[in-house]
């Protein structure tokens, strides 16, 4: 068994914790070590990582040059087969660790597909240094878009990529619909809208609120509800729920917070909905909703379009009059059971065959093993 060792940026709710979790918890042909670059902080990852030994550094400005020192006495003393360092800060600071310990097999992986103005100005700055040193420090770089590997080409990343599309896994829990929903609601007959996430510039509340604004008051659809989870999406963070006001969205938005098993909601959903603007690689949330059977409106995002195929919709970024419209049609669309429940059939069928679990852990293990 190779020892792999893994390096992230943190633990937190997003993307690449997802599919770094799920290669620890199901690759049985190698031996898994982790460090995270933030403190530990299970409060925000729906993921339980207690199972794993996981080192965390801690790192800030102060620590810096003794926590990378550190950081290359450890790998030194594991000595793995190769080092995977996964996001940004991970991929400068631990490839960079990686080289001067000796490590022959380096591998970074790129989970965004592009920043734009919002972005930390560090997060660019490493983006910039990371393009140079793509030519020195990795064997391959992994990426989960297509759309991505093209824009960190541009962005000065040397051609060395390899797609690897997300897996996932099949899940066998039963949920009894009606009754989760008399849970959430006191009418089963409503439409029932979902968005998981996270409070992030990203995900651009803005189009996803105006947009069910429109719904409301210019489509004239009023039997729908719409649920929400995710850190940091509640009525203590004054932002977010402004505009939930301010589009006079109260009576429809039902707020849940963070859950751990998100397939609950997934039971229950008739439409998955995501609005983000930028940074999107690989929407975990697209690929969790259709595997239930959800589908799902999302825009024109990192591999998105890929994920939802002929199975949904997905329209232009910022643009709150499409995305509502092609709510307008799924709703329309439900009131033809046969042609509905097809969808959601095809939906469920299509992403495991196209991106089954065992063909991810394939892919990661064929690389390593180069």
Known sequence: MKKIFHIITGIGAGGAERVLYTILDNDKNNIHYIVSLKKKNFIKTPYDFSNFKIVYLDLNFFNFINKFIYLIYYIKKINPSVVQTWMYHADFFGGLAAKIAGIKKIFWNIRNSNLDK????????????????????????????????????????????????????????????????????????????????????????????????????????????????????????????????????????????????????????????????????????????????????????????????NYGWCVEIKNPEKFAKCIYKAINLKKNLKTWNNLKF???MSTYQRFGLDKMILSYNELWNK
């Open 118 to 309: 919002k972005s930390k100005f560090s997060t660019k700055l490493v983006l910039k240094i990371n393009a140079l040193l793509s030519r020195f420090i990795p064997n391959k770089i992994v990426s989960c878009s297509k759309n991505a590997i093209k824009i960190h080409i541009d962005e000065g990343y040397k051609e060395n990529f390899i797609f690897i599309g997300n897996g996932i896994k099949k899940n066998n829990s039963y949920y009894h619909s009606n009754n989760l929903k008399l849970n959430f609601f006191n009418n089963k007959n409503l439409f029932i809208i979902t968005y998981v996430g996270r409070w992030h510039p990203q995900k651009d509340f803005v189009t996803l609120f105006k947009s069910l604004k429109i719904l409301k008051y210019k489509y004239k659809v009023y039997k729908w509800k719409i649920l929400i989870a995710g850190s940091n999406l509640d009525q203590i963070n004054d932002d977010f729920y402004k505009l939930i006001k301010i589009n006079r969205l109260q009576n429809e938005v039902k707020l849940i917070g963070q859950l751990k098993d998100i397939n609950k909601i997934y039971a229950i959903s008739d439409l998955n909905v995501l609005s983000s603007s930028h940074g999107e690689a690989f929407p975990n949330v697209i690929l969790e909703a259709m595997s239930q059977g959800v589908p799902c409106v999302s825009t024109d995002v990192g591999e998105s379009k890929s994920i939802i195929s």
């Open 346 to 348: 095809n939906c469920k």
